[in-house]
């Protein structure tokens, strides 16, 4: 068998830290999870009893200056968020060579967790319901030329049916006089909100997937819902701007909504 160097690195410079460990002023209760590069900590602060995610770079990554920057800059977009459904960054500290951020706890459960250990499943309607969340996110975002690009189940969490969008490791401000720039990204987190509604589609979907059957022919999507994905996925024509794809997930969900004709 071989092993992935990925792996290696992981678990032999990644380990978790231990729970009680204090980090600053904050006692690590449990980890919720290793990404691609952050490991990540339920803490309480020690000062207000509060509890809060504190995000160390893998110590594997830290090594590099560039994924050092990436992880400061990480926390430097998030300071200049403000919105409801985006953890606010709250402090940020170094304990020897490395770094750590803290963040405000979104106390529900990513996509990916929702979908495969607890096979939740979501209607059609259900699933454009909370896109339509998600996408008033992503206008915020895009309106303050910042794009995400890394949209996926893992990072957007649920908490008590409202969407949080987490993980801004990827992310850019880009300059609106860069227009190719800009556009490219906005394509890319379009896309990516498209692949995001696939997946909730799929969530109901019973028989088993085949390569040789496309989303079309194993879904059977409402028309209006196939017209939104497919401008969203670039098969048509696709969208120049936010108003758009509202104008369309409304139309679905409109239609959704109308009772079936017999
Ligand atoms: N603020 C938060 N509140 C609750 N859970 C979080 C928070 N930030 C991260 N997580 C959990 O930790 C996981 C990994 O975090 P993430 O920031 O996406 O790391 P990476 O950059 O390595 O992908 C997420 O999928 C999510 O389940
Ligand atoms: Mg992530």
Same mark, same amino acid.
């Given at each position: ?21 204090? !980090? &600053?002023?904050?006692?690590?209760? =449990?980890? !919720? ?5 952050? *490991? ?29 920057e990436r992880?400061k800059d990480e926390?430097e977009l ?11 960054? /709250? ?11 803290? *963040? ?5 459960? &990513? @996509? ?28 915020? !975002?895009?309106?303050?030329? @910042? ?30 006089? &860069? ?17 995001? @509604? ?10 088993? =997937? ?30 120049? &701007?936010?108003?758009?794809?509202? =104008?369309?997930?409304?139309?679905? /969900? ?9």
């Amino acid at each position: 068998m071989v092993l992935k160097w990925s792996y290696v690195t992981r678990f032999i410079f990644d380990k978790p830290q231990k729970n009680g460990t204090v !980090l &600053n002023r904050y006692t690590l209760k =449990k980890c !919720l999870g290793v990404g691609a590069y952050g *490991m990540i900590y339920l803490c309480t602060d020690n000062r207000s009893g509060k509890k809060y995610v504190v995000k160390q770079l893998r110590p594997s990554k830290g090594k590099k200056q560039r994924e050092w920057e990436r992880f400061k800059d990480e926390a430097e977009l998030l300071r200049k968020i403000d919105h409801h459904a985006i953890p606010a960054l /709250m402090d940020e500290f170094r304990i020897e060579n490395q770094y750590y951020y803290v *963040m405000e706890y979104v106390d529900g459960d &990513n @996509i990916e967790d929702l979908l495969f250990f607890q096979n939740q499943m979501f209607t059609e309607l259900e699933a454009l319901i909370m896109m339509k969340q998600l996408l008033s996110i992503i206008s915020y !975002l895009h309106q303050h030329n @910042i794009f995400h690009t890394d949209i996926r189940p893992p990072n957007v969490i649920v908490k008590q049916e409202k969407v949080h969008l987490i993980d801004f490791g990827l992310a850019n401000r880009i300059d609106q006089d &860069n227009e190719k720039a800009v556009s490219n990204y906005r394509q890319d987190d379009y896309y990516d909100f498209g692949q995001m @509604i696939l997946f909730l589609m799929y969530s109901k979907f019973k028989g088993k =997937k085949s390569k040789k059957r496309t989303w079309l022919e194993e879904l059977s999507l409402h028309p209006e819902t196939v017209i939104l994905l497919k401008k969203l996925l670039g098969i048509s024509e696709p969208y120049t &701007n936010v108003n758009e794809i509202k =104008k369309d997930l409304n139309i679905a /969900m409109e239609a959704l909504k109308e009772p079936k004709r017999v």
